[in-house]
């Protein structure tokens, strides 16, 4: 399994994202680790090797990138995938038929289609529920839960769940906390600090930034649930290759800096949205009027560029959706270009139109991911796509 550096954790944030994980090569001291593009590894001796064998197993450019986000996320192991669904099937591999988790109902499409559509034919069982309120969690607990797994903020209402309130509960019943970190990276929330045992990105996302790779990443620190995942990462093969995970980890060395940008580029377009659409159509922790902007504001240290618009008619999104210029009509997130997508017609596509209309994700919302150029331009982009509207 792949550890983090024990003196990694000694050092900032910021030099943890530019060095954590890596060392120079020590066959030529590049400052960037190698792209170990190889399949198989040479053997000295029948039963012998240099901790290598097969590159499904392990890949040094790989072990680079988990060292590299377990250090950010404060976790001692790090296990990285060819795509953050292909992350969460695997974890969903420490369970087996009969047993039953605990779900935000309000998640990416994704993953209800997995559990919903795939899973639960393999005889995994599942409850959906506002994980806003903790009553409703423990409610749904049952002898054979084994598992609460949220995100949050959530995609693409913005929804908070209070990490410390869920990790309480699911102690309570011996059931695992696993976290969806994705929408606000290691830099602004850290999951296990609040007793989550599981977290885990989309590492397509933020920690690339670069929308040039597609990938996940778990982390934890148990040494027993390690070596579990560790077995079924390497039986099930959902890995990335080492040009996938060299990208994700050239993102990390700038992914405070970025965050930085998408936080105040965020802060400042959810505020215009406010003002140009009233409260209750903008999702947005960071604004004052998010009704859980104080649970927020305690275990987040920034909201992110992650925004969501509830345009009223479906012609209404589109016409906006329609004009932007600076803004690209396309799923995904996270990258350094701001992006503007209509989750019901693509991230929640697969999700039912009455389970999303109850939900709130209607025909006529908008989500925003705010890149980081000038704030100036987007704005202007927003104010002659949003004219008349």
Known sequence: MTRAFDDDFKYGFSTRGVHAGQRPDPTTGAIMPPIVQTSTYVQDALGTNKGYEYARGKNPTREALERNVAALEGGRHGFAFSSGMGCLDTLMKLFKAGDHIVCGENVYGG??????????????????VDTRDPQKIEDAMTAKTVAIL?????????????????SVVAKKH????IVDNTFASPVFQRPLEYGADIVYHSTTKYLNGHSDMIGGIAVLNDDALAARIEFATNAAGAVPGPMDSWLALRGTKTLALRMRQHDLSGRKIAAWLEQRMGAERVFYA????????????RQMSGFGGMISVDMGPQATAATVLGRVRVFSLAESLGGVESLISHPASMTHASVEAARRDMLGVTEGLIRLSVGVEDVEDLLADLEQAFKGV
């Open 111 to 128: 993953t209800y289609r997995l559990f919903d559509k795939i899973l639960k034919n393999f005889g995994l069982t599942f409850a959906f």
């Open 150 to 166: 949220v995100e949050t903020p959530t995609n693409p209402l913005m929804r908070i769940t209070d990490l410390a309130a869920a």
């Open 174 to 177: 011996g059931a695992l906390l």
């Open 286 to 297: 960071g604004l004052a009027s998010h009704p859980q902007h104080a649970l927020a504001a």
